[in-house]
């Protein structure tokens, strides 16, 4: 799924105040209005205790039950910032409760999964009631809707309506036909599905173009719409409930694909934030975990972001905040362009609720970014230890906690020595390297610092920051430390 939709969110200063809410005007409730106030005051007393500012909450009161014109059973999404409205955004379903969020992050994973499995379709009703002949008497009423599912509930999408009288009814289906092929066209849709009277629909689908007739899906009963919702919304209900798009599911074959290869995958948090920090990854899939507590540490930029503060600070980010993982992992994936995937756990189980397809499986050519450069070993990323400080004290010399998810936690310490001069090819190795899974790279007084670990099939990974003055090294580590490390990214502040 392309998250495209929300880039202005991101283009704009936080903190941000995110608000999901029930604003439902259905039959069963006797004042909708009353119901959505007293929901609103939960919520802003919520706010207030979080810290927010009376600008974002005056803001998001301004439009929370303003959707007054969308019938049925539906929610709002609402982001404001400073004051000022930042998204709106309807919910084709009410959220399962109602939220409300202050933080640096806005909390978008919830309005990303109502948005999909976002189908691209056209739905067709073929109104007749006559005799089944070109020779009767009457009119051919065809609605059409061109939309994407689920959104369409709430946002209508663009309509069609033609009245045919009968007797043009073959000559004007073929012309129908040419005109709904533009459409899907336009929106690349993967499903045609047509209803109404058997004969008339029937004389439709045999008129339309080759391309658009293999795509078709008949359905019975589609009934009447209600006004302002999406046209035959029970029958589409049923038949794209549970359904992934047809470009998700690509992307997952693509995924599973480089699985059995070996190749340009991986799973498990920590492989995905390691590869979300390099620009790589294409696809992340996630098993939707919607009261996930899982945090994350992340800095000013879209790819500023850890599973520790200490691995953060490490890279030179000073600014560093522990934001929510759904929050911290759709800006990065926003930020870099990648998609995300959602996937059922009856459908695959991900390790850790996480995968990643990635843009290349070999990350052995050298890189260049404003302020960091990175060298590579030439081996697929492979899933990372789970990593936390022990306390402050030990902190200081890079001791971590590696947790192997069992309840089981065992410390670990190490160091690299540093050369007499800068730029020294000598002492350049970590203390006890075979016995080690992980530990510190550098002092307080060394020229270069950083973290290492071993992943699971024992290649070695580094993360090294040189100190100002110490650029003179980014030459000389890619010759020495590849017979250490299978995977080297050095960040030198200041050097191009």
């Not at 007393?45 to 803001?59: F, N, P, V, Y």
């Not at 045919?164 to 005109?179: N, Q, S």
């Not at 990635?358 to 404003?370: I, N």
Request: aromatic share 4%; net charge negative.
């Amino acid at each position: 799924m392309r998250l495209s939709f929300l880039e202005p969110l991101y283009k704009q200063p936080g903190p941000f105040a995110s608000v999901y809410m029930d604003t439902s005007r259905d039959s069963a409730l006797e004042d909708p209005d009353a119901a959505i106030a007293l929901r609103w005051r939960h919520l802003r007393d919520a706010l207030i205790s979080e810290g927010a500012d009376h600008g974002s909450i005056t803001a998001v009161a301004r439009m929370v039950g303003s959707d007054t014109d969308v019938p049925g059973t539906h929610g709002q999404a609402v982001f404001t910032a400073h004051g000022r409205l930042a998204l709106l955004d309807e919910l084709p379903a009410p959220p399962a409760r109602d939220t409300a969020h202050f933080g640096t992050l806005p909390d978008t994973m919830p309005l990303i999964v109502q948005h999909t499995p976002e189908i691209p379709y056209l739905a067709i009703h073929v109104h007749y009631s006559g005799r089944h002949s070109t020779d009767a008497t009457g009119t051919v009423r065809v609605d059409v809707e061109v939309g994407a599912w689920p959104l369409v509930k709430v946002t209508p999408g663009h309509r069609l309506h033609e009245e045919i009288p009968v007797a043009d009814w073959l000559h004007a289906a073929e012309a129908i036909g040419r005109k709904l092929e533009e459409h899907a066209r336009r929106i690349d849709a993967e499903e045609v599905v047509v209803a109404g009277d058997v004969w008339a629909r029937g004389i439709l689908v045999r008129r339309l173009p080759a391309s658009l007739r293999r795509r078709v899906t008949t359905v019975e009963g589609a009934g009447e719409s209600t006004p302002g919702r999406a046209l035959m919304e029970h029958r589409l209900e049923s038949l794209f409930g549970g359904r992934m798009a047809a470009h998700d599911r690509d992307l997952l074959d693509a995924f599973l694909a480089q699985q059995a290869r070996r190749g340009a995958s991986a799973e498990g948090l920590s492989a995905a934030v390691s590869a979300l920090q390099r620009g790589q990854v294409k696809a992340l899939f996630l098993n939707d975990h919607p009261e996930s507590r899982l945090c994350l540490w992340v800095g000013p930029d879209p790819g500023q972001l850890a599973l520790t503060e200490q691995e953060l600070r490490s890279y030179g980010v000073q600014d560093v905040r522990e934001e929510r993982a759904g929050a911290a992992l759709t800006r990065a994936l926003v930020g870099t362009r990648a998609e995300l995937v959602l996937v059922p756990q009856e459908q695959l189980r991900l390790r850790g609720g996480v995968g990643v397809l990635l843009r290349y499986a070999d990350p052995s050519s050298k890189t260049s970014t404003q302020g960091s450069t990175s060298y590579s070993g030439g081996i697929p990323l492979l899933d990372r230890r789970s990593l936390r400080p022990v306390r402050e004290a030990e902190s200081t010399r890079g001791s971590v906690v590696r947790d192997d998810g069992d309840g089981a936690a065992c410390v670990m310490e190490g160091g690299l020595g540093h050369g007499a001069e800068q730029g020294s090819q000598h002492g350049m190795v970590p203390a006890s390297a075979d016995d080690q899974q992980s530990g510190a790279l550098g002092g307080p007084d060394d020229c270069l610092r950083g973290a290492f670990e071993m992943d699971a099939v024992g290649h070695l990974h580094a993360r090294i920051l040189l100190v100002p003055g110490a650029q003179g090294l980014v030459q000389v580590l890619p010759r020495v430390l590849p017979d250490l490390f299978s995977d080297v990214v050095v960040h030198a502040p200041g050097c191009v």
